[in-house]
């Protein structure tokens, strides 16, 4: 059975910072990109950071750039999601999905993800 299981989500502070994980299971971990998502109020979903594990190039939205870093680990099949200087409006459910058929960052688009977890909190308050 394909899972992906998210987990380190929780409350922050503003400015404070957060690392979450995705572990694989169920399918050939190596062959996929892998992305991670969010689902803020008031906004469509949006990718956030994904990562090729062929190769290991990873793309991340504008907004998150120099605060987040996505890395891997595949002797585990878990891929981390570094977050920093969370701000506020950075509230939400965070996903990470899995795509066979991603090409740079197209892994940033939900489109083509075959595989998704059911999503962390993050909430980021005061």
């Known amino acids: 059975q394909v899972q992906l299981v998210e987990s380190g989500g929780g409350l922050v502070q503003p400015g404070g910072s957060l690392r979450l994980s995705c572990a694989a299971s169920?399918?050939?971990?190596?062959?996929?990109?892998i992305g991670w998502f969010r689902q803020v109020p008031g906004k469509e979903r949006e990718g956030v950071s994904c990562i090729h594990n062929s190769h290991g190039s990873t793309y991340y939205a504008d907004s998150v750039k120099g605060r987040f870093t996505i890395s891997r680990d595949n002797a585990k099949n878990t891929v981390y999601l570094q977050m920093n200087s969370l701000k506020p409006e950075e509230t939400g459910r965070y996903f990470c999905?899995?795509?066979?058929?991603?090409?740079?960052?197209?892994?940033?688009?939900?489109?083509?993800?075959?595989?998704w977890g059911k999503g962390t909190l993050v909430t980021v308050s005061s």
């Open positions: 999905a899995a795509g066979g058929r991603m090409y740079g960052n197209s892994c940033l688009n939900r489109i083509g993800m075959d595989f």
């Open positions: 169920g399918f050939t971990f190596d062959y996929y990109a």
